[in-house]
């Protein structure tokens, strides 16, 4: 991976995980938190997406999307193992 390519993975991952703070209120860990929930989550997305048979399409907005939703999932994961 170039440093580029490790450039534009940072900032969709972090992006992702300002969205996901965002959108899951009272689930966020900070800014910095939520930059490292969205870099995880762009993995998780990653993973699972292509197992399930999901595609968000190609692109910077669509890579954006699915780590989003990946990291919206490990916040309510996250949630829910506090909780317990």
């Known amino acids: 991976m ?13 992006v992702a995980g300002w969205l ?3 959108i ?3 689930g ?3 800014l910095l938190g939520d930059i490292l929930v969205g870099i995880v989550g762009a993995f998780i ?3 699972l997406f292509p197992r399930m048979g ?10 954006i999307i699915s780590a989003t ?3 919206i999932v490990l916040l309510l994961i996250v949630r829910l ?3 317990a």
């Open 2 to 14: 170039g440093a580029e390519s490790l450039l534009i993975f940072l900032f969709i991952g972090a």
């Open 20 to 22: 996901a703070g965002l």
């Open 24 to 26: 899951v209120r009272g």
């Open 28 to 30: 966020g860990f900070g």
């Open 45 to 47: 997305a990653g993973f």
């Open 54 to 63: 999901f595609s968000v399409g190609g692109g910077i907005v669509a890579a």
């Open 69 to 71: 939703i990946g990291a």
């Open 81 to 83: 193992v506090r909780r």
